[in-house]
C-alpha cells in the first residue's frame, strides 16, 4: 500500500508528521477504492486495527463508508501521542500487513490534534 499513499497536505505527508513530538492526536485516514475491492480492502483494514488495538498509546478507531455508490471509507483513529503512533506505523509487523490490501485501494492519512474554539469546543 506504500504506492498507493495520497497525502492530504502533499506539502507535509504522514512521514513528516510523524517526525512531530504531539500529544492526544487523531489521524484521520480517507481511503478510495473500487466497489469490488471492497471486502477485501475491509479484511485488511480489521486485520491492521487489531495490530494496532494492541500498541501501546492506542486508544480508539473507528470506521465509516460514505453514504451511497461510493466506495470511500474514512477512519480515524485517536492516539496518546506520536511517538505512540510512530512506532506502530514503522512496526515490522504492520508494514508487512499493507501489502494484503487490494491494489485499488489509496490511502490519504493525516494528523490532527484538537483545537478549542471558544463557546463550541473545549482542547
Partial sequence: MESLMRP?????PIDRQIAIDAFAIVLINLFTLDKAD??????????????????????STQMHRAIGESPA????AVWESTADFRAAFSHPEFRAK?????????ASPHLFQKVAVPGICVA
Fill in 98 to 106: 499493507l501489502s494484503a490490501y487490494p491494489s485499488s485501494a489509496v
Fill in 73 to 76: 471509507y474514512l477512519n480515524y
Fill in 38 to 59: 471492497e471486502q477485501a480492502f475491509l479484511d485488511a483494514w480489521q486485520a491492521d486495527a487489531a495490530f494496532m488495538k494492541r500498541q501501546p498509546g492506542f486508544i
Fill in 8 to 12: 492530504m497536505d502533499p506539502a507535509f
